[in-house]
């Protein structure tokens, strides 16, 4: 009887045990806010890192930018962003953060179709600063993005470096001078409706951007990289991005891998970014 008994408390504790291992697990939760920018609801999803519930820690924060037509849950199912940055945690290769993935629909992440571009900047930062236990500071402070997700993000960074400290680039959809024939930016009517403009892309293309990024004095690292059979010929792009960088004395760090315009590359190329782009974050700390 008393084995018995003994072998009961033994089953209970190990119980135990996993539930409050899993209190603890990291966890992907949805957001939505009023956008004042955009005039509606607007969602993000997050991934808060284990034991963020219980802690009094403020994290750093990695915002991920989807491709064009995507969405923020895009990282969560295709690019399993939950299970990499678990992985990276755990193997010390970046601190505990928060990540942030908003939706972004077809804006290319510019004030044209919806004002998305100050929606990200004077609405999701602050409600994410405000809402969740992030650093609010620039060290604390990271974005990554893919195809459109990567000219969006390239685009922040050079007009406000002083709030990102790092960036990565997925398969950047960064056209100098114009996209291809095949690119979704000449379908979409975001850079000109019912035809593609010539002359918005290139007001709104990075290269606008560059000479006042340099007088700025901050640099941003950047993580670049492609697939080698793209087929928007990015590997191209992202080689001319990272030797404008390198030229002018800017950190960055180029990739070409084997693969295409897909989540092949993508998803297997994250944990190289995120690895890289944390290199440059602060470390989680208390504000109190």
């Not at 993935?101 to 571009?117: F, L, N």
């Not at 990200?120 to 402070?141: A, H, Q, T, W, Y």
């Not at 890289?276 to 602060?282: D, E, G, K, L, T």
Request: hydrophobic letters at 40%; one cysteine or more.
């Amino acid at each position: 009887m008393i084995r018995h008994r003994r072998c009961w408390f033994l089953w209970l504790a190990a119980c135990a045990l996993l539930l409050s291992s899993a209190s603890f697990a990291s966890e992907i939760v949805v957001r939505e806010f009023q956008s004042k920018a955009l005039g509606r609801a607007w969602q993000y999803q997050v991934y808060l890192p284990t034991g963020y519930e219980t802690s009094r820690l403020h994290y750093p924060v990695l915002y991920l930018l989807h491709g064009n037509g995507g969405a923020g849950h895009d990282w969560v199912d295709q690019g399993k962003v939950q299970s990499v940055a678990d992985g990276l945690i755990a193997r010390g290769d970046m601190p505990a953060a928060v990540i942030v993935m908003p939706d972004a629909g077809v804006t290319w992440y510019v004030d044209r179709k919806e004002k998305m571009e100050t929606a990200f900047i004077s609405d999701l930062l602050p409600d994410v600063d405000k809402n969740l236990r992030v650093l609010r500071s620039r060290e604390g402070r990271l974005i990554g993005g893919l195809s459109m997700g990567g000219y969006g993000s390239l685009r922040f960074v050079l007009e406000y470096p002083e709030k990102f400290a790092a960036a990565a680039l997925l398969s950047p959809a960064i056209y100098v001078p114009m996209p291809p024939l095949n690119s979704s930016a000449r379908k979409v009517g975001t850079f000109g409706e019912p035809e593609f403009d010539e002359a918005v892309w290139k007001n709104l293309n990075y290269p606008a951007l560059w000479q006042g990024y340099l007088a700025k004095k901050t640099p941003v690292p950047m993580y670049i990289n492609s697939g080698d059979d793209d087929e928007f010929m990015i590997e191209a792009e992202a080689t001319r991005l990272y030797s404008l960088l390198r030229s002018n004395r800017q950190p960055a760090e180029l990739r070409i891998v084997d693969g295409g315009h897909n989540w092949t590359v993508w998803g297997s190329t994250l944990g190289d970014a995120m690895k890289y782009v944390f290199r440059f974050s602060a470390r989680p700390a208390s504000t109190e």
